[in-house]
């Protein structure tokens, strides 16, 4: 960028260079609080000159509003949202004992354990593990599953009693 002139900023008195666009009329540097100063200078010169004086008042200044309001109704309206609605959809309980595990495809990759599985499965497991590989939450994911058809075979064959034993040892109540 091409530099011109200095100047004294009016507001916070430091020495600046000019914008060669700008020379002989930059009086304010780019700070923020220099900046609303100067916006505030240039307003109050705008109202004091002598044709803008009554340029917010009188009649013909509050039909102009008035028809400007007619043209643009529920402009100062706050904004409300489209519906009251959560974002989120009604998740629906899935019980287990219903679904069928298929074990006859590979379950090599993560993407193939979770196709039917939303991102929030991944994420959970990537949370309580820690792993953020894929290789290790497919390794993750298949310990899990694993798990989880062998407490819902116990749980077929009538088992539950051996579990129910170990949670109220584990809790301190007495079987």
């Given amino acids: 960028m091409k530099s011109g002139a200095q100047y004294k900023c009016l507001h916070c008195k ?8 700008n020379r002989g009329r930059q009086q304010y540097c780019a700070k923020p609080e220099c900046r609303r100063v100067s916006k505030a200078q240039s307003q109050c010169r705008w109202v004091n000159k ?5 340029y917010f008042s009188g009649k013909e200044n509050s039909e102009r509003v008035q028809q400007w309001r007619r043209r643009h109704p529920g402009y100062w309206r706050r904004k409300r949202s489209g519906s009251q609605e959560p974002l989120q959809e009604t998740c629906f309980t899935q019980h287990a004992d219903k679904q ?27 949370a309580v593990t820690g792993y953020t590989l894929q290789e290790d939450i497919a390794a993750s994911t298949r310990s899990f599953l694993t798990r989880g058809e062998d407490i819902l075979r116990m749980n077929r064959r009538g088992l539950s009693g051996v579990r129910d034993e170990k949670a109220n040892r584990m809790s301190g109540a007495d079987p």
């Fill in 100 to 126: 069928e595990v298929n074990m006859s495809r590979d379950l090599d990759a993560l993407q193939e354990i979770c196709s039917a599985q939303p991102a929030l499965l991944v994420g959970l497991i990537a």
């Fill in 50 to 54: 002598p044709e803008n004086k009554t």
């Fill in 14 to 21: 430091e020495i600046n260079r000019a914008d060669y666009r």
